[in-house]
């Protein structure tokens, strides 16, 4: 296709897309196949453009406060917001979700999350989920391997730095692999390593990572506490990050955050922690079943679907979520709400899960 035709063909698609959303047909067309359905909403950093911290935040996963807000306006106009609680007892069988329910969620435990995105849910009187990994609480400094990736999506990594540092820090030498495949798996099994292994890689190879001073990235447990007393639930999102397919020790990233996350908010406003979400999206039917053995009672993946009710009730504990991508819903800053509109309203309908209906573990680049 030539580039004037191309270009043709994204504006009449943008036109059509516009189209379907202001005249009410997609709205109408959720009304109806969504009815008998809980959607999660997959959040994980909310900043404003002039924060510091701005930068070098991993853009895609990162809204602009505007936008945020502007998607707190469109949720509430499509779909009734319900709390954790709410989904656990639509599982447990006592109380059903109303028609069209979503839920919003955001993982890692980010302090903007308090800061910004707090604010913001306060003004529009929507309840939300934060899944916390209980190693990052306090902390003033992201996770390194979050800069790492940062660094590597800024184009600022080095292709041979990169197999290097997966040499020095997997004690292997690098597969003959996409470099994007390497620094994923830098990423989901990097967490867990210890500190010094860390450093000496670092410095060995002087990789600029760009750590300058900025405002404090992690939540703390005050602030934690707050969101609580803010009708914010909270659920934990492992240990130290590492995806659970990799772990070394599965059980300790599934009961070390419970009793952590517990100890935070425990006798505040919160009972127990008792869900949680997966860590780069990534689990297997045994860690399924390792999680609830574990004490919790729902598990959310990353499986971008629907989950379906059965007359307002949960059959399954696994439930999957719809990722708010930040460029991809404001291309230019702005929301395009009939983006936003597309990828909810139409995202596939599942139960119990995409990957263990496929049999294999899921392997999606999620954080
Ligand atoms: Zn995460």
Same mark, same amino acid.
């Given at each position: 296709?030539?580039?004037?035709?191309?270009?043709?063909?994204?504006?009449?698609?943008?036109?059509?897309?516009?189209?379907?959303?202001?005249?009410?047909?997609?709205?109408?067309?959720?009304?109806?196949?969504?009815?008998?359905?809980?959607?999660?909403?997959?959040?994980?950093?909310?900043?404003?453009?002039?924060?510091?911290?701005?930068?070098?935040?991993?853009?895609?996963?990162?809204?602009?406060d505007d936008v945020f807000d502007e998607c707190l306006t469109?949720?509430?106009?499509?779909?009734?917001?319900?709390?954790?609680?709410?989904?656990?007892?639509?599982?447990?069988?006592?109380?059903?979700?109303?028609?069209?329910?979503?839920?919003?969620?955001?993982?890692?435990?980010?302090?903007?999350?308090?800061?910004?995105?707090?604010?913001l849910?306060?003004k529009?009187?929507?309840?939300?989920?934060?899944?916390?990994?209980?190693?990052?609480?306090?902390?003033?400094?992201?996770?390194?391997?979050?800069?790492?990736?940062?660094?590597?999506?800024?184009?600022?990594?080095?292709?041979?730095?990169?197999?290097?540092?997966?040499?020095?820090?997997?004690?292997?030498?690098?597969?003959?692999?996409?470099?994007?495949?390497?620094?994923? *798996? +830098? $990423?989901? &099994?990097?967490?867990?390593?210890?500190? =010094?292994?860390?450093?000496?890689?670092?410095?060995? %190879?002087? /990789?600029?990572?760009?750590?300058?001073?900025?405002?404090?990235?992690?939540?703390?447990?005050?602030?934690?506490?707050?969101?609580?007393?803010?009708?914010?639930?909270?659920?934990?999102?492992?240990?130290?990050?590492?995806?659970?397919?990799?772990?070394?020790?599965?059980?300790?990233?599934?009961?070390?955050?419970?009793?952590?996350?517990?100890?935070?908010?425990?006798?505040?406003?919160?009972?127990?922690?008792?869900?949680?979400?997966?860590?780069?999206?990534?689990?297997?039917? *045994? +860690? $399924?079943? &390792?999680?609830?053995?574990?004490?919790? =009672?729902?598990?959310?993946?990353?499986?971008?679907? %629907?989950? /379906?009710?059965?007359?307002?009730?949960?059959?399954?504990?696994?439930?999957?979520?719809?990722?708010?991508?930040?460029?991809?819903?404001?291309?230019?800053?702005?929301?395009?709400?009939?983006?936003?509109?597309?990828?909810?309203?139409?995202?596939?309908?599942?139960?119990?899960?995409?990957?263990?209906?496929?049999?294999?573990?899921?392997?999606?680049?999620?954080?």
């Amino acid at each position: 296709m030539c580039a004037a035709s191309s270009a043709a063909f994204r504006l009449l698609r943008d036109v059509a897309r516009k189209l379907s959303y202001q005249s009410g047909a997609l709205s109408l067309y959720h009304k109806v196949r969504n009815r008998q359905v809980l959607t999660v909403a997959m959040f994980h950093r909310v900043l404003k453009r002039d924060d510091p911290r701005w930068e070098t935040a991993l853009y895609s996963w990162t809204l602009p406060d505007d936008v945020f807000d502007e998607c707190l306006t469109f949720f509430r106009r499509h779909y009734a917001l319900v709390k954790l609680d709410d989904v656990k007892a639509s599982l447990e069988g006592t109380r059903p979700l109303p028609p069209r329910s979503l839920l919003i969620t955001f993982d890692d435990g980010y302090a903007d999350n308090s800061e910004y995105a707090l604010p913001l849910l306060r003004k529009h009187r929507v309840p939300a989920t934060v899944f916390i990994s209980s190693d990052v609480i306090g902390r003033n400094e992201r996770l390194w391997t979050e800069d790492l990736l940062w660094a590597f999506m800024e184009g600022r990594l080095h292709q041979r730095d990169l197999v290097s540092l997966y040499a020095l820090l997997m004690g292997d030498t690098a597969r003959d692999v996409e470099d994007s495949e390497l620094i994923w *798996e +830098i $990423v989901r &099994r990097g967490p867990e390593l210890e500190n =010094a292994r860390v450093e000496a890689a670092f410095s060995a %190879l002087k /990789v600029d990572l760009h750590r300058v001073e900025q405002p404090r990235q992690m939540l703390t447990r005050s602030e934690i506490r707050n969101l609580t007393a803010n009708g914010i639930s909270i659920g934990a999102h492992g240990k130290t990050h590492t995806a659970l397919t990799f772990s070394s020790d599965i059980t300790s990233e599934l009961c070390s955050p419970r009793v952590v996350l517990e100890d935070v908010v425990a006798s505040y406003h919160q009972r127990s922690v008792d869900t949680l979400s997966f860590p780069h999206g990534a689990y297997t039917s *045994e +860690i $399924v079943d &390792r999680s609830l053995a574990a004490g919790y =009672a729902l598990a959310f993946t990353s499986d971008a679907e %629907l989950c /379906v009710l059965k007359n307002g009730f949960l059959a399954s504990p696994l439930v999957g979520r719809v990722d708010v991508n930040g460029p991809g819903i404001a291309p230019t800053g702005k929301l395009r709400p009939e983006i936003l509109a597309l990828a909810f309203f139409t995202a596939p309908r599942g139960r119990a899960g995409r990957a263990l209906r496929a049999g294999a573990h899921s392997t999606r680049e999620n954080r």
